[in-house]
């Protein structure tokens, strides 16, 4: 499944009884549900309906799942129905359907998110699915195992190794410090090592061989402490030697290795995917050991991915004995052969001279199961965020870890406490008895039912279309909503009234303009939607004006040219600016050294999302080239309203050209333009993908804006979709405010216009 499904940790609590959720959460399912299942045909009751598997494998994975269940039916096996979904949506499509009674009778996941299904309950324990201990790796049972109880049979295992380039390196050094001291005798541009250094997972391995690990005992956050502390300050030096690039992701690594720029990587069998068929003759070994933890190996974390059944699915015999087959020594073999995977059994012999797989294998080994507590999901984004304010010299390594365990354990905290919901109840009954007065008195003034029999035609034309607006508008709003009186996870939570707020704009306690705080938040999206605008408005009317000159050459192709970035899907565009402003392979570093060349100036690469003013302009310059050919089209729209012979007249009484554009144009467009520019400052207000995927929220989440931190809220901290929510409400509450207060300023002005006309045209009758 790749990396994403190894770096998502999930829940691993103690089972209860079942709690019913609250409505909300319900509602939301059936929603979701309803989509999931237009995708995906439903599991029937039916007997005779085949068995749903779903996965979200591709390539040779899935090939291979396919010829195991090929063989299945060829020997008389129930059929199968196959639906690969992708792997950052499976998790949801799982609990929106399951609990429906609907969606597959079996699934195919990463092992760290079985604590999550348990609590969720939409796994159940495999039973007879599972053949015995003895045909399976003692680290793959180890990982699929909750309280003594088998809730996933083991397919394979994937973890981290190294990659050397044989090209560049024959001999591989024992140690971690000795690849680092080859930097000096390598080519010009080239890395002794390429692998993701400000990444929690990849110096997870790193922590491993000082005895570390990102999640401590009793759910506590682990990276912190001795072993954290020498395991950065290891990184530095590496980096301050050159050998390990700064600023690296996988993409990054992947094109270092490939263009032969890195003697050596850290990866996992991904990476041979993503090298297909190149020139470079590669192999894969064993990480290696470290010095300076006294010669211990790394020790990388590892993924399990099983077969694991969901409640209804586990009820059928024909269900568990598939799931048998697929974790069978057969099976196991076709997927060694065919995706070229490590398998989770002992009892299957890796191929003879299969070097490739002998080394993860060797390397699973000592690889640590990662763990599927619901608290490991948590680590992710502090310890992340730790190692790059470490690395950038913002702190020192012991106020880096400590600022980490204290964002951890604020994410952590227990919910507010259950509230009444009396208070609710007689709100939402006053609105209810307000409306139904409110219908009496209209049905006794007797223009009710006149009314409605006159409007029943109009009705049955809007009929339609008042039932897709409330499907999908108003319902996601009221769900939204309520979503927010809520706190805890979804299945399990409870009524809270207006805590989630109270929490939200009181700082959680802390300090008011403290970093990831609402108010400081709400002024980063007040300045990114003010400069936006601003620029979106300048450049666009400008760009407008130009094009429109009728003596203007090639308009046309200058117009689909300077549309393109509008037409450009944003994600697209995000990705291509962040790739620009690398610190070392950008092409505004590339610019910036032909600058130095070219002019013998000694300008140094800049680091644009370390500092908050650098990052914030390259999160702007990637959105303002998004945003303004919107205000260009407008423009050119508007100008087309403005009469020639105004213009004529104004240029015949003298008036110059700045004048005329002053004057003249300008007012007459004035109109038109104002709402574009409330919806274009909707937009930036919620612009997401840029903020999230240029800067990433960096340095230390300065940059976030109010939709990103509610993502942040939602996804990445212990799943507070009631608090998310809250901010989600916040963010409509502005919005609605602001555009209300537009509207009634600019009926205040006509009104105010109107009684001068009036006045005007009396004194003049009064006088006449």
Request: hydrophobic content about 50%; proline content about 7%; charged content about 20%.
């Amino acid at each position: 499944m790749g990396k994403r499904g190894i770096i998502d940790g999930r829940e691993n609590e103690e089972p209860t009884a079942r709690v019913p959720g609250p409505a909300y959460a319900r509602i939301a399912s059936l929603l979701v549900g309803a989509a999931t299942l237009l995708s995906a045909a439903p599991a029937s009751a039916d007997e005779d309906a085949p068995i749903q598997l779903w996965h979200a494998y591709r390539g040779a994975e899935e090939d291979a799942l396919a010829a195991i269940v090929a063989r299945h039916e060829a020997t008389g096996g129930a059929p199968v129905e196959l639906l690969a979904l992708p792997y950052d949506a499976f998790g949801s499509k799982l609990g929106a359907s399951i609990p429906l009674g609907e969606g597959p009778d079996l699934y195919i996941d990463s092992h760290e998110r079985l604590g999550d299904y348990r609590v969720r309950e939409i796994v159940a324990p495999v039973g007879d699915a599972f053949e015995g201990e003895e045909g399976f790796r003692d680290n793959a049972l180890a990982a699929v195992t909750l309280d003594g109880e088998i809730w996933g049979v083991p397919l394979s295992q994937k973890c981290v190794a190294l990659y050397v380039n044989q090209g560049l390196l024959r001999e591989v050094p024992a140690t971690l410090e000795g690849i680092a001291a080859l930097q000096p005798g390598l080519p010009e541009g080239v890395f002794a090592l390429a692998y993701e250094a400000q990444g929690a997972y990849a110096h997870a391995a790193l922590l491993g061989a000082f005895g570390g690990s990102m999640l401590g005992p009793e759910d506590s956050f682990g990276f912190v402490g001795e072993p954290a502390i020498r395991s950065l300050d290891l990184v530095q030096s590496l980096i301050d030697r050159g050998a390990v690039p700064n600023d690296a992701d996988g993409a990054l690594v992947t094109d270092l290795f490939r263009a032969g720029k890195a003697a050596t990587a850290i990866s996992g069998p991904w990476l041979a995917a993503d090298l297909g068929e190149t020139d470079v003759d590669y192999r894969v070994v064993q990480l290696p050991k470290v010095e300076a933890a006294g010669g211990e190996p790394m020790r990388p974390m590892l993924t399990v991915e099983a077969v694991m059944l969901s409640p209804h699915g586990a009820q059928k015999p024909e269900v568990r004995a598939l799931a048998k087959l697929l974790a069978s020594r057969e099976a196991a073999e076709i997927r060694q052969a065919t995706a070229h995977t490590l398998t989770a059994r002992s009892d299957v012999p890796l191929p003879e001279g299969d070097a490739f797989l002998r080394a993860f294998a060797d390397q699973a080994e000592v690889a640590i199961p990662m763990p599927s507590s619901p608290a490991m999901r948590a680590t992710w984004e502090p310890a992340n965020r730790a190692i790059k304010a470490f690395l950038r010299g913002e702190l020192d390594a012991a106020a880096a870890t400590e600022g980490a365990r204290k964002r951890f354990d604020d994410v952590r905290r227990p919910p507010p406490p259950p509230a009444s919901p009396t208070p609710l109840i007689i709100v939402v009954g006053l609105m209810l008895l307000y409306m139904a007065f409110g219908m009496v008195r209209a049905a006794r003034s007797g223009d009710l039912g006149p009314a409605l029999r006159r409007s029943l035609p109009a009705y049955r034309y809007v009929a339609h279309a008042v039932i897709a607006i409330g499907l999908l508008v108003l319902v996601p709003l009221i769900i939204g909503a309520a979503t927010s009186l809520w706190a805890g996870r979804p299945e399990t939570g409870h009524y809270v009234g207006l805590a989630n707020f109270v929490d939200i704009l009181t700082a959680r306690g802390g300090p008011l303009l403290a970093t990831g705080s609402f108010y400081l938040v709400l002024l980063v999206t007040l300045l990114w939607t003010l400069s936006n605008v601003v620029l979106h408005l300048a450049l666009g009317v400008s760009l407008g004006l130009i094009l429109a000159r009728p003596t203007m050459k090639l308009r046309g192709i200058y117009r689909v040219l300077l549309i393109i970035p509008w037409a450009v899907p944003n994600y697209v565009t995000a990705l291509a600016w962040k790739g620009m402003f690398h610190r070392q392979f950008g092409a505004v570093t590339g610019l910036i050294e032909g600058l130095n060349r070219a002019f013998g100036l000694s300008m140094e690469p800049i680091a644009w999302f370390s500092k908050f003013s650098t990052a914030f302009t390259a999160n702007l310059a990637t959105n303002v080239w998004l945003g303004f050919p919107f205000m260009m089209v407008i423009t050119l729209g508007a100008l087309t309203a403005v009469p020639g012979d105004v213009l004529e007249a104004a240029e015949v009484d003298g008036a110059t050209r700045w004048q005329r554009l002053w004057k003249v144009t300008l007012p007459i467009i004035r109109p038109t333009m104002l709402p574009a520019v409330v919806l274009g400052a909707i937009w930036t207000f919620n612009m997401f993908n840029v903020v999230f995927l240029v800067s990433g929220g960096e340095p230390d989440g300065t940059t976030d804006i109010l939709v990103s931190e509610a993502y942040r809220w939602a996804f990445t901290r212990e799943a507070q979709y009631g608090y998310a929510a809250a901010y989600a409400v916040l963010i409509f509450l502005m919005l609605f405010s602001v555009t209300r207060l537009g509207e009634w300023r600019a009926k205040v002005k006509a009104d105010r216009e109107a009684a001068a006309v009036a006045e005007a045209v009396a004194a003049s009758g009064g006088a006449h």
